[in-house]
């Protein structure tokens, strides 16, 4: 049997690369230390006991309005189990409704009662706080560039 030709790796090359490995200096490991800052400081100040998927939820119903409980998961990166627990607990302390799709009446149709949009715009308020503090070392152009890189790497 004939082998493909292959590209030898430069065996200098990869052992170079190990030998000047830093995981302090890797991305992936910044992304989850800076992720769990976040979740830290949005634990401790967020109102009403909200975690981030159910603040996700209120916020993203806010901006867009009523909308299938598919979509909604789709606008903001639930799979379909998460999206429907999330649902359900903001469904059972009242933030949240149900109803009939007035334009497809096989489908249902999700949106914030009068109670969950005064939380929500609570919580816009205060995630505005909780932000404030997780990225208070960064200049606004900074921030801005952050927000643009993140951005670019779940639009991929």
């Known amino acids: 049997m004939v082998q493909p030709e292959t590209k030898p790796r430069a065996a200098g090359k990869v052992k170079e690369a190990i030998d000047s490995y830093r995981l302090d200096d890797a991305p992936g490991f910044l992304l989850r230390v800076?992720?769990?800052?976040?979740?830290?400081?949005?634990?401790?100040?967020?109102?009403?006991?909200?975690?981030?998927?159910?603040?996700?939820?209120?916020?993203?119903?806010?901006?867009?309005?009523?909308?299938?409980?598919?979509?909604?998961?789709?606008?903001?990166?639930?799979?379909?189990?998460?999206?429907?627990?999330?649902?359900?607990?903001?469904?059972?302390?009242?933030?949240?409704?149900?109803?009939?799709?007035?334009?497809?009446?096989r489908r249902r149709e999700i949106d914030l009662t009068e109670k969950g949009r005064r939380i929500a715009d609570a919580a816009i308020e205060t995630i505005g706080e909780i932000s404030g503090e997780t990225f208070a070392p960064l200049t606004q152009d900074e921030f801005r560039a952050l927000t643009e890189i993140l951005k670019k790497i779940i639009r991929r």
């Open 34 to 105: 800076a992720l769990r800052t976040h979740t830290s400081i949005f634990a401790a100040k967020m109102i009403e006991e909200l975690t981030g998927p159910q603040f996700s939820t209120l916020a993203k119903l806010k901006e867009v309005g009523p909308c299938s409980q598919n979509h909604l998961g789709r606008l903001i990166h639930y799979d379909s189990a998460t999206i429907t627990g999330v649902i359900n607990r903001l469904k059972s302390r009242g933030l949240i409704k149900s109803s009939k799709d007035p334009l497809d009446p």
